[in-house]
């Protein structure tokens, strides 16, 4: 038997996982930016939050929603500490500054991927989420061996999330075109390099790969 990552998606053992859609970095009021000057926010990323909000984010919500109908796992992992001041955080983020209390508006998905009522949303302080997160046993114990992965940013915390999942045992399906970064250069020189260790597909690609399973297909896996 070949042995290889472009394995198409089995719904009972895939889950989606959205990471750091939330206020905090896709928002003008976010506390990524609302420290930045309005000269410096519209030089360095006003383009980026015009672009996720009129491709990205409609990527996303398209995915979720597929995913929710073929009955794939959808979950979400946010920047968020476990406490009001942040003591928890990973020396990194302290060293950064990344700062989003326990409970606050910016720890919340946005409103365009609000999560289910029975869905999971796991808090980080590390860039990958399977560093400060349980959601490795969260995953093992729903079966999951397959990774669908959208999120942000594509060459940071996506990346870690991607890395740690392979090294794990996942089979990782990266969503090329519901990930990003600050700059159309960063996002192309990220995919580029994740390539390796990852099923890389458009929204549209994952989609018709969806909507081609038939029961009888899946139960035959």
Partial sequence: MTLTREVPLVPHQSALLFIDV????TKREGGEFAHLPD???EATHRPFIDRIHAETIPNMQRL???CR???IEVMYTNIESLTKDGRDRSLDYKITGFHVPKGSWDAQTIDEIAPGEDEMVFPKTSSSVFVSTHIDYILRNLGVKQLVLSGLLTDQCVE???????DLGYLVTQVTDACATITPERQENSLRA????CRQLTTDALLAELAAL????????
């Fill in 194 to 197: 994740i390539k390796g260790y």
């Fill in 39 to 41: 000269a410096e926010f």
């Fill in 160 to 166: 870690s999330a991607i890395r740690d999942a392979c």
């Fill in 22 to 25: 939330q206020n905090f970095s």
């Fill in 69 to 71: 109908a073929a009955g």
């Fill in 64 to 66: 979720q929603a597929a």
């Fill in 214 to 221: 038939t029961p009888a297909a899946e139960a035959a896996e």
